[in-house]
């Protein structure tokens, strides 16, 4: 039988000290409870808040010795939401600090995919906030092609393994779905190159830009479309009070899928059951709900209706790349 491996990664602000990260446990199992024995599901699980922990906390302690920090207002959100959030965009996007996240997040993915028959075995994505744009960095953008950089040997390794992605496009895991949750999908769109300026271009025109990631990710989809003759399943979840999610359709099919030929995308803005969200939705548009918006951008990992989205697209995207 075969195994559809869930490969998961988080956002920022994720911290545990000395022990192994259990943030998606409850979605993996729940998925795996709807699921129950139709599918072989294996976990792939990648952690990386611990790289940039230090430097958070030198920061902080710098900040907190101001002699007007007492005075700010929303203190502990700048703590625990403003900073990380920042921090870890910052970290990332340097080429050395980036690299030392690659490097733990590509030796987690090979072990986790170190069995996987690439014949009829079959990969989902899971991806959360900032964990977004680090995956897709990390499989599309140009800035880990030059060998002579820190984090290209560590993403030569991991694209090897991943069907319609150079060096090796006809080989490796096949991508069989995508569920992106609080992401800020519009970083993309700013991302993206002008390809009618006149700019440094590769070998067939194509304008290149170390962070976009459009060129690669469009062959992919292309690659994939041309295996399994079918579109791509893409869900993206939004919570109503999440202040980082954002839309995806029709911002993404323009980037990648011009002709609409490529991805099945669909926008899901989770409901709301909780305590927290009937205080939340009755100061919707308030101070109250944007200091609560941490609660909601964490959300999606304990969703049943998460779990049950995830599960019933998996059932439906690997029904469909059966042999008939």
């Not at 609080?182 to 700019?199: A, K």
Request: include cysteine; charged fraction near 25%; proline fraction near 5%.
């Amino acid at each position: 039988m075969a195994t559809d491996y869930i490969m998961f990664i988080h956002g920022v602000n994720n911290r545990y000290e000395n022990i192994k990260p259990y943030y998606a446990d409850k979605l993996f199992h729940s998925i795996q409870n709807q699921l129950g024995s139709t599918r072989t599901v294996k976990p792939v699980v990648l952690y990386w808040g611990e790289v940039g922990e230090q430097k958070d906390k030198i920061l902080l302690n710098c900040l907190e010795k101001s002699t007007d920090w007492n005075k700010l207002w929303f203190r502990e959100f700048r703590r625990q939401t403003i900073l990380p959030f920042i921090g870890d965009g910052a970290l990332y996007t340097t080429r050395y600090e980036g690299a030392a996240v690659v490097a733990v997040l590509v030796e987690q993915a090979l072990d986790g995919l170190k069995d996987y028959n690439p014949q009829v075995d079959r990969l989902h994505l899971v991806t959360h906030s900032w964990g977004t744009i680090i995956l897709f960095d990390v499989l599309f953008a140009e800035r880990w092609d030059d060998e002579n950089k820190p984090g290209y040997d560590s993403v030569k390794k991991i694209r090897e393994n991943f069907f319609g992605i150079e060096p090796n496009l006809g080989q490796g895991l096949s991508l069989a779905s995508i569920y992106t949750m609080g992401s800020p999908i519009p970083l993309f769109y700013r991302m993206n190159v002008d390809q009618s300026v006149e700019e440094r271009r590769n070998s067939q025109g194509v304008v290149l830009n170390s962070h976009d990631i459009t060129p690669r990710l469009e062959k992919l989809l292309d690659n994939l479309y041309q295996k399994l003759k079918t579109k791509l399943p893409w869900r993206n979840f939004i919570h109503a009070g999440d202040p980082l999610a954002f839309p995806l359709n029709p911002l993404l099919p323009e980037l990648v899928d011009e002709k609409r030929q490529y991805i099945e995308i669909e926008d899901i803005v989770t409901k709301n059951k909780t305590f927290y969200d009937f205080v939340t939705n009755t100061f919707s548009q308030t101070t109250f709900s944007i200091l609560h918006g941490r609660t909601a951008h964490s959300s999606y990992w304990q969703s049943q209706e998460v779990a049950q989205k995830i599960a019933e697209v998996i059932l439906q995207a690997t029904s469909n790349s059966e042999p008939g």
